[in-house]
């Protein structure tokens, strides 16, 4: 089993120890902290269960000895797929509490995800909750564990069937659990990947709980904050930023919402006084829409966060007058580097701009293609390097190699410019990203599942924009013959168990894709080129 490890260089560690970003907390230390101030306070709420910060703990600790009864040993990998239930947090509590790590997946991950993930984080063991949104994770497990058999257990929330039931888990007295080392990984991210399938981001006790600490302050997170978590709890937005993370280390609420639904969301935050939430910018756009004919009273909200994608200027601006509340545009990754909008700012810095980093300490560069910097206020790539910024990613020495600098600063693919006052907008994507709604797809992946279909001779993958999505991903085939329909396309995709947000958008049929006069072109510049000629053909139909 490969060791899980994000080494920071000495100098670095002891320079964000003596800044106080890193105090030595860990997220053990953390709960039971607050479960030792606040023991009765409401912390989690889902569905029809309102859990204390004492009971959290106390589930969370029942977790804990439950998994290490099953045999798991501290350093173990789990991957977790668990819906915005209210178990979701008992149970990655548990894990940090065993020392174990958990590796995040999303609900609408399926088994070609699930499986590389396992693989690839040397997994033993499954987390799932039995249904969501009528999907049957307990025939997924089945799958997956005849595809990697060192998945030796599978928990299941819910009716387990032939499964270890997690309603089974029961507190040990007699156990005592050893404290992890705040240097040590707390648990593996997944990251959109640039060329294939996700890579695997490690994350310290020091540097997250600092990127969340630091958050909450910045977002004004405090006992009486109440955050409503609705989207996915295994992003890395809604987990940090403040997130419930935030929420809970600053004594807060933390309401989860199984649907990120102007309607199912909308009733949260009238019945339990939401003050803050985040979204990505398609769903910001629906929640303006419902937010004129609600009968919900949506006063309590004070800030609503956008972030996952770019939030265009003018969708921005009816936040205020439409939902009475503060916009605040958040631009990250879960490799690090988060930037806000501060609460305070002016409304044209809040709706024109992506923010400015948490740290003083977070460096980022904006350099040319030659990795020259650019003037100042002039486009250019994105690389930062700071106090909750990895500096590899787990088991993937061709992707480190790809994006970190040899002096430790990570290529982010983002295009950026700086105003004066150190905000940053966001130009777009360097790399062959498509932004889906905020979830990062790769180009390259698709297109292998899109070669396997018999009747496609090549594909290319491309972003085109999109009102709503932001960007939405269009494929470029040329068919083996005569070409099937782009339903057909469709339906083969679904087949392929992947993630449905990975289904092209669009497909376009080609006759051939361009070449060099000696008949060479890389995918990069075909997939520039084809974007080009698309949006080319928009603009005449204008």
Request: overall charge negative; proline content about 7%; aromatic content about 10%.
């Amino acid at each position: 089993m490969i060791p899980v490890h994000q080494d920071f260089p000495v100098e670095f560690a002891e320079r964000y120890r003596a800044a106080g970003y890193w105090r030595g907390e860990t997220f053990p230390a953390f709960i039971r902290e607050r479960a030792a101030a606040f023991p009765d306070r409401v912390a989690v709420i889902g569905g029809e269960q309102r859990w204390t910060y004492g009971e959290l703990l106390g589930r969370a600790e029942a977790a804990a000895a439950g998994f290490l009864a099953l045999g798991l040993k501290p350093g173990d990998r789990v991957v977790v797929q668990i819906p915005n239930i209210p178990e979701f947090l008992s149970a990655v509590f548990g894990l940090f509490i065993a020392r174990l790590i958990p590796v995040y997946a999303l609900p609408a991950h399926r088994l070609t995800e699930i499986v590389h993930f396992a693989r690839k984080s040397d997994a033993c063991a499954y987390v799932i909750a039995a249904g969501h949104d009528g999907f049957d994770y307990r025939a997924l497990a089945r799958e997956v564990v005849a595809e990697v058999p060192d998945i030796r257990h599978v928990v299941v929330i819910g009716d387990a069937q032939e499964f270890t039931p997690f309603a089974s888990f029961a507190a040990d007295p007699s156990l005592e659990f050893a404290l992890p080392s705040p240097s040590e990984v707390a648990f593996l991210q997944i990251s959109g990947g640039s060329t294939g399938l996700s890579k695997l981001i490690p994350r310290t006790h020091d540097d997250y709980i600092y990127s969340f600490r630091a958050s909450a302050d910045i977002c004004g997170l405090d006992e009486t904050s109440v955050y409503l978590c609705a989207l996915p709890a295994a992003h890395n937005f809604p987990m940090s930023s403040p997130g419930y993370f935030g929420a809970l280390y600053a004594g807060g609420r933390v309401v989860l919402s199984p649907s990120p639904s102007a309607e199912a969301s909308f009733a949260l935050i009238e019945r339990e006084g939401v003050t803050i939430t985040g979204l990505v910018p398609p769903l910001a756009l629906l929640w303006l829409q419902a937010a004129a004919r609600t009968k919900h009273d949506l006063s309590s909200l004070q800030v609503l966060q956008v972030g996952g994608a770019k939030f265009m200027p003018e969708s921005a601006k009816r936040v205020r007058p439409v939902l009475g509340c503060t916009l605040q545009q958040v631009f990250g990754m879960a490799e690090g580097l988060v930037n806000y909008t501060r609460l305070d700012d002016p409304e044209d810095v809040i709706v024109e701009t992506q923010g400015r980093p948490i740290s003083p300490d977070d460096e980022v560069l904006i350099l040319d293609d030659a990795g020259n910097p650019v003037p100042e206020g002039e486009p250019g790539n994105l690389l930062v390097r700071g106090p909750y910024t990895i500096r590899a990613y787990h088991n993937d020495p061709g992707a480190n190699a790809r994006s970190f600098t040899a002096d430790g600063f990570y290529r982010t693919g983002d295009v950026v410019k700086r105003t004066p006052e150190g905000n940053l907008v966001v130009q777009g994507r360097a790399t062959d990203h498509i932004n889906r709604a905020g979830e990062k797809i790769s180009a390259e992946e698709i297109e292998d599942h899109l070669l396997a279909h018999p009747d496609v001779f090549d594909a290319a993958v491309v972003s085109v924009p999109d009102e709503f999505l932001g960007e939405r991903s269009c494929a470029f085939i040329i068919a083996q013959g005569e070409p099937p329909k782009a339903s057909a396309i469709k339906a083969f995709m679904r087949t392929r168990n992947l993630a449905d947000f990975k289904v092209p958008d669009q497909i376009v049929f080609v006759s051939a894709f361009q070449t060099t006069a000696v008949g060479k072109i890389s995918r990069k510049e075909l997939r520039a080129a084809l974007r080009e000629k698309f949006l080319e053909g928009q603009r005449g139909k204008a």
